[in-house]
């Protein structure tokens, strides 16, 4: 199995963990055999590219357009929007690295909007390739080593 591939089904599971609201409504997931499901029948859909509905959050908190855009893509019948999940550029992490706690209470008021709007989001993790060996100050092949901070940063993002 390559990398991407695995990060794909990460980021998937880490979807379903996230918008799983209870056992009646499981929500989307992923079978054992990686078929992704809406409640437990096998499921397809198309959505959008929404990559700024978090972070425009990070660039300003108290930024909650993301709600309105959530409405709107749901009265347009889109049922998923894939978003970054972190800042693109190291900068734009810093809240991230000095208050982790307040960076995912801003995760999930943007993950109960979309709920709340019934989309569900595929997290975009690790978007730019040099963004996480640049926070930790190593050279971009270090994700290829598996005990480098890279690699140890994204174990504990995820």
């Known amino acids: 199995m390559n990398f991407r591939f695995s990060m794909l089904l990460l980021t998937i599971t880490f979807l379903s963990i996230g918008i799983t609201a209870n056992a009646a409504d499981p929500g989307l997931t992923v079978s054992s055999d990686g078929i992704l499901l809406k409640n437990g029948k096998s499921y397809r859909a198309i959505g959008v590219n929404y990559v700024s509905a978090f972070t425009r959050v990070l660039a300003n908190p ?5 709600e309105n855009g959530f409405k709107v893509l749901k009265d347009k019948g889109i049922p998923v929007v894939r978003m970054w999940a ?13 208050n982790k706690e307040e960076y995912f209470k801003l995760m999930d008021k943007v993950i109960k909007s ?32 598996p005990a480098s901070k890279t690699n140890a940063f994204m174990r504990t993002f995820i």
């Open 114 to 145: 979309a709920e709340k709007n019934g989309i569900g989001i595929i997290p975009s993790l690790f978007f730019c390739f040099s963004t996480v060996p640049d926070l930790v100050g190593e050279p971009m092949d270090q994700w290829s080593n």
């Open 62 to 66: 108290e930024d909650t357009s993301y």
């Open 86 to 98: 972190m800042g693109y550029w190291p900068s734009e992490n810093a809240l991230y690295l000095k």
